[in-house]
């Protein structure tokens, strides 16, 4: 079952989806749409914009996600991103970081529905790319019930029509950031009557949602999904994507995925980027595979050794491919740039 008006997004996540992040995940799928970290609008206005939005062309299609509540500000910053060339704005509506608090943007701002939509209403204004929000289905004490539909009717208003939605609450007092990804209970059914009832809008479901079987099951009922934690920590599922969601022939095998992101690591390394910021994405491409511990602690242990390169990611794959004719080969077909290894989908 191929699902290919759907949307397949790979969530941004703080310090993790990097540009380094994106494009080793995006050897893996060309079809999933790939987000940046969360940036504040004051850092594009007034930081190193190259740091901070620049990105590999190869990485599209990719999204910039903004943080922020001053509409001119935001209008500001979603303008650059568009000159960036990024292909979607995205505000985040959703983080629930004491920084992200003090800040006055993300989770909190689920409480002012209102100011939502005016900064939804001026990044439309100042951009001719999607603008669209992420957002939970409420925060402390409120009725998600009430809270998210009040957002999304008045961002709705302003224009905006496609919400990714994580369906949980944001308990800004009294847990952590990382205990708002899991306490909080999920409530697929909000977003569900969220989709029926609002059948004009394009409603992603984001939050728990542990694979490519889960991902299909609920596709049936939403216009999309956003994968977070799942993708990063398993990303050799990635390379499923464009077979299983987009009916896609071929699938990314994990050994096909390293052959492929060597040329972009060759690239940083000769300026300058250490090994270790490329490979601490990699860690979990092999999950559940034999050699798979192997291929982490090579790659942990040796990528941060001064002068570490791509032999070290070479090192780790022949450990998982084993010592014999197997890892033979794929070490010859890696070192003389053979095409890469492709399996194809059952039909």
Known sequence: MTHTAHRFCVAPMMDWTDRHCRSFHRVLTRRALLYSEMVTSAAVLHGDRDRLLGFDAAEHPVALQLGGSDPGELATAARIGEDFGYREI??????????????RF???LMLEPALVADCMAAIRQAVSVPATVKCRIGVDDQDPEASLFTLVDACAAAGVDTFIVHARKAILKGLSPKENRDIPPLNYDLVRRLKRERPGLTIVLNGGIGGLDAAEALLGDFDGVMLGRAAYHDPGLLGEVDARIF?????????AAVEAYLPYVEARLS?????????RHMLGLFQGRRGARAWRRILTVESVRPGAGVEVILRALAEV???????QGLGRGLEAGEPAQITHAEQ
């Open 321 to 327: 491919a084993g010592s014999g004719m197997q890892a």
């Open 90 to 103: 995205n505000l985040n509506v959703g983080c629930p970081s004491d920084r992200v608090q003090s800040g």
């Open 106 to 108: 993300g989770a909190c």
């Open 247 to 255: 009916g896609e022939a071929a699938i990314v095998t994990p050994e």
């Open 271 to 279: 300026e300058g980027v250490s090994l270790a910021a490329m490979t």
